[in-house]
């Protein structure tokens, strides 16, 4: 379980110091798939930097399963980032030099992940192992990079509008992988989105506005990739 306990950022200093977290608190359940929904600038993106520890909050705590990660050390943050959470973004980050065998294979080796090719096959790219990023479509290469963060088999999926770089056919051929991966594997997706028709493949959703949670609440019934609209 993942708890935030009253958590406040802040960027800025001085008169021009803007607080964008204002004291969140809540808990989300292991194997839970949540989509946090909110308007730009509602403080959505922020509030995923902190509880996944991309970034520390300026007071309030997260834990999980009982550890403090704002109290943790730089590098034991960086440890625990490693082993135990993943990252999926809008832009790809995937290394142009390298071939997808070997994007993936980093993450892989974070986790001593020797069977990482199962991923690669999973997310549809078996074929594709030798090619570079810049010669795959958009949806290969946030499927790649789809891979590259399941493969280190993380406990905890954080994905910031993935699909929204995509076109409508290849987004829903995006989230379509990763929930079948989550079915598969059963880690816990975070995911944040502007998009309401994606909240409909949540379990749980929690809306922001002004770096506040304003409401939460829980779809009886989940929607695939494919019966949502766009």
């Known amino acids: ?9 802040s960027y800025g200093s001085a008169e021009a110091r803007f607080q964008v977290l204002q004291g969140i608190s809540l808990e989300i359940n292991d194997g839970d798939f949540v989509v946090i929904l909110g308007a730009s600038g509602s403080g959505k993106s922020t509030f995923l930097n902190v509880i996944s520890g991309l970034e520390r909050p300026d007071s ?7 550890l403090d990660i704002t109290a943790l050390p730089d590098r ?4 625990f980032r490693r082993e135990n959470v993943g990252f999926i973004f809008q832009q790809y980050y995937l290394l ?19 069977d990482y090719k199962a991923i690669i096959e999973a997310v549809g790219l078996g074929e594709k192992l030798r090619k570079y990023p810049g010669e795959l479509s958009g949806g290969e290469q ?4 789809v891979a590259r963060a399941l493969a280190k088999r993380p406990k905890v999926l954080f994905l910031d509008e993935p699909t929204g770089a995509l076109d409508e056919q290849t987004g829903r051929q995006v989230l379509d992988y990763i929930c079948r991966l989550k079915g598969k594997y059963g880690f816990t997706i975070v995911m944040v989105t502007h998009n309401l028709n994606i909240a409909e493949m949540a379990k749980t ?20 990739a494919y019966e949502i609209g766009w």
């Not at 379980?1 to 950022?9: F, G, L, P, S, V």
């Not at 959703?205 to 695939?224: A, C, L, P």
């Open 1 to 9: 379980m993942i708890k935030a306990e009253n958590i406040i950022k």
């Open 60 to 66: 309030g705590k997260v834990i999980y399963d009982g």
């Open 76 to 79: 034991e943050l960086t440890t």
């Open 96 to 114: 142009p030099n390298m071939d997808i065998d070997r994007n993936v294979k980093m993450g892989a080796d974070l986790a001593g992940n020797k």
């Open 142 to 145: 946030q499927r790649a990079s």
């Open 205 to 224: 959703v929690i809306k922001m506005n002004s770096g506040r949670v304003s409401d939460t609440y829980t779809n009886e019934v989940q929607k695939t």
